[in-house]
């Protein structure tokens, strides 16, 4: 029974030693592996600080190498920590290793913060927006931390000496009693030899096996397949390895080096070397081998316009194995990629550029200013010059579209010759022109640009053999951010421009206060014009025409008034102008037209009769579509009484047949024409035999001198003998006293109009005047 308790006690004894010996060669083997992590991460420590020597200041490339050292590095204290179990972790603090595993831990600590420091070096920024100081703070600081994690890695190795101490000690002495219980049990194992050896030839045929498969997978593949030894020298490879490393496939063999295989490939022609000498080239891909930086992917240019990507995975016991890919077509394909994006980039902006600028004088466009006013609005105060060229039309009309065309781009480039270089220069019309003056221009600065550009264009242009006379008006507006916007400023510079012209052209206006007022005037006006028309605030007035010999009404003008509720009676040059811009003019006309036929028809029920009454109508509005249907409608009949007076006469050249065809409807329906402002240089003779009128009506500014010149007495008296040669009435407007009314009479007018008689009149005043008329001459 105590023998049989001994052998229990010595085979659990055995057990525990022979458990002992092997747990300390477990712990002797995850030393060694240890040592040799340590060994990796000193390495690795090794270069970046061959980085950072090589790189005072880190810029991003420099940045990101260090970053794929440091996170290599950080690969061999993790596997310290993490490859250990809990009972592992234990038996090495017994045998202390505590402040070996310290270090490793501190080591990633230090790590992450190594990284961390990197983050803000690896961006674009770090190069466009960081100054030198910053970098060069943030290069010694990653130094300092690469020096600890160095410091780290150098002190790891004493504590693993002293463990390595300790195992061999357990070791040995397990292995020693170990053995001597293992000589009893010889026997047994040499049994169990002969069976190992059964077993290792089965796996040898197994190896062969695949050995076999791993080859013939090789020649199958279709990309380049190669495994070298720890020496860099070739185990083995595939066909397409040797055609994507040399000219001669056959010239890479077994056992050669890979520098060997290289260096004879570059001088064979096999690289394009773009220059770079072949011993330059292979000393550069020799020094990527030798610094690992061949772990990376790297993609390399062949002859031929060739080109693969080379990949290299090394294993723990050295060897390393390289694949390489040709990737040709993919390279061709993102080379043409690339060339059609700049294609598609180059139309991009030579559409962006014809979309900003004008395509004639090459300036920018209405969209261009618009968009850079804007900017420059909210930035600083802006000062605006707008240009519109005087008598442009006319060149266009006598030397043809090519001599206008020839105008407007020497016009543009006397904009370029007197602005400067932060002015934007802008054609946004036919003959408008705008410069957007530079940041700090004053009102005055601008004045002074204005005027310097009108002494340019007021010299006379040669086009061929002829002259080009123009000139130009100019208006100069200021404006400050957060007090108008873009649109304001323009109008500003427009009401300037428009002073300029009205002012007789060929000057220069400057935004003022007085103009501000009436701006705002006209925008309130304008933003109530809709409502006037809907609510009937614009109404019909009556201007009464007489007999020159009785002086008893004759007819009546209709014109039109604004009653505005706080401003009182408008004329119409307070509104037309507005009207005209906003696109209500048609609106204003044909309101005004139905408004007064029907008043006229109140007064004929009241027995009430106007011999004749006559509205003002442009020739755009004649040649309206609907407009012939519109009076047909309203005027059914006894249409002799109502007459048509044409402003603009000017446009039965312009227009031609086509106004002379609506006219002729007008009076084929009974309608009287009139010509109206005759003799003020707005009509022709020419045009009056084309409209054969009923009436001529002269100018009221030949009117007014009557008395007082003689040319005008005589101007009135041709008007009058051309009128009855041509058996047409003569209507006088203007007439303001009782001696012009009689002179007209003995000159031999028709009819008198003006404020001797009376002054416009609303309907109802009318209509007060006309029933005491009507008894004042039941009284006679």
């Known amino acids: 029974m105590r023998l049989g308790q001994t052998l229990v006690l010595f085979a659990l004894i055995l057990a525990m030693l022979t458990g002992l010996s092997f747990l300390g060669y477990h712990y002797l083997t995850l030393a060694s592996e240890y040592r040799a992590r340590n060994l990796i991460h000193l390495d690795l420590m090794h270069d970046a600080r061959d980085i950072l020597h090589n790189n005072p200041i880190l810029r991003p490339e420099s940045a990101r190498h260090l970053n794929e050292v440091l996170q290599a590095a950080d690969v061999q204290p993790r596997w310290c920590i993490s490859n250990l179990s809990a009972m592992e972790h234990k038996g090495f603090v017994l045998l202390g290793a505590e402040p070996a595993l310290a270090i490793c831990e501190r080591g990633i600590r230090e790590g992450r913060r190594a990284e961390a420091l990197l983050k803000p070096l690896m961006g674009p920024q770090a190069v466009l927006g960081d100054d030198p100081n910053s970098l060069s703070d943030h290069t010694l600081k990653v130094r300092k931390q690469v020096q600890i994690l160095h410091d780290l890695s150098f002190s790891f190795r004493p504590t693993l000496d002293v463990i390595e101490a300790r195992l061999v000690m357990v070791v040995k002495t397990g292995t020693g009693i170990v053995s001597f219980c293992l000589a009893l049990v010889f026997i047994f194992l040499a049994r169990q030899m002969v069976r190992s050896w059964r077993t290792l030839s089965e796996q040898s045929q197994q190896l062969k096996r695949m050995s076999q498969r791993v080859s013939a997978a090789m020649s199958a593949s279709t990309d380049g397949f190669a495994i070298f030894d720890e020496e860099n020298r070739l185990v083995t490879c595939n066909e397409t390895y040797r055609e994507l490393s040399h000219v001669d496939p056959k010239a890479v063999k077994v056992g050669m080096a890979l520098p060997e295989i290289l260096a004879d490939a570059v001088h064979a022609g096999h690289y394009a070397l773009h220059g770079q000498s072949p011993e330059d080239y292979v000393m550069s891909y020799n020094s990527r081998i030798e610094s690992h930086a061949y772990r990376a992917e790297t993609q390399l240019e062949l002859s031929g316009d060739r080109h693969i990507v080379s990949r290299v995975n090394e294993t723990d016991s050295g060897d390393k194995v390289v694949t390489r890919v040709d990737i040709t077509d993919l390279v061709r394909g993102e080379r043409e990629q690339r060339h059609v994006a700049e294609v598609l980039q180059e139309a991009k902006d030579r559409v962006e550029k014809q979309s900003l600028s004008d395509p004639l004088t090459d300036l920018a466009n209405r969209r261009h200013l618009d968009r850079e006013l804007a900017r420059r609005l909210e930035e600083a105060p802006v000062t605006l010059v707008r240009i519109d060229l005087d008598r442009f039309k006319k060149i266009n009309d006598i030397l043809g579209h090519e001599a206008g065309d020839f105008v407007l781009c020497h016009v543009a480039d006397v904009l370029r010759l007197h602005s400067k270089a932060g002015d934007l220069i802008a054609r946004v019309g036919g ?274 001198p009557l008395g007082q010149s003689e040319r005008a007495e005589r101007m009135v008296a041709s008007i009058v003998d051309l009128a009855h040669t041509l058996d047409v009435k003569i209507i006088a407007e203007g007439v303001d006293s009782l001696e012009k009314a009689r002179l007209l009479r003995e000159i031999g007018c028709d009819i008198l109009q003006g404020f001797y008689f009376s002054e416009p009149r609303s309907f109802a005043e009318l209509k007060l005047n006309l029933l005491g008329v009507d008894q004042d001459r039941s009284a006679i």
């Open 431 to 704: 003959d408008e022109f705008v410069v957007l003056c530079q940041q700090g221009t004053s009102l005055a600065q601008g004045e002074v640009l204005a005027k310097r550009v009108l002494d340019a264009v007021l010299q006379p242009v040669a086009w061929g053999n002829k002259r080009c006379n123009f000139g130009a008006s100019f208006g100069v507006a200021h404006g400050k951010p957060g007090e108008m916007s873009a649109s304001e400023l323009l109008s500003n510079a427009d009401a300037a421009l428009y002073r300029a012209k009205a002012s007789g052209r060929a000057m220069v206006e400057v935004f003022t206060a007085e103009m501000r007022a009436e701006t705002l005037a006209e925008r309130a006006l304008a933003d109530r014009m809709q409502h006037a028309l809907e609510v009937g605030e614009i109404v019909p007035y009556y201007h009464t025409q007489h007999d020159a010999r009785s002086w008893q009404l004759a007819g009546v003008e209709v014109l039109a008034r604004w009653e505005h509720p706080e401003l009182g009676v408008l004329p119409p040059v307070k509104f037309l102008g507005i009207a005209k811009q906003l696109g209500l003019e048609a609106e204003l006309d044909g309101r005004i037209f139905e408004a007064a036929v029907k008043q006229m028809a109140q007064l004929e029920a009241r027995s009430i009769e106007v011999p004749r009454v006559a509205f003002n109508v442009s020739a755009p509005r004649i040649m309206e579509p609907g407009f012939l249907d519109t009076v047909r409608g309203h005027i059914p009949d006894r249409r002799d009484r109502f007459a048509f007076e044409i402003l603009e006469s000017i446009s039965c050249e312009e227009e031609g047949d086509a106004l002379i065809f609506c006219i002729d409807a007008l009076k084929d329906m009974g309608f009287k024409i009139d010509v109206d402002d005759f003799g003020s240089g707005h009509a022709s003779i020419n045009g009056v035999l084309n409209i054969e009128p009923d009436a001529l009506k002269i100018d009221r500014n030949i009117i007014f």
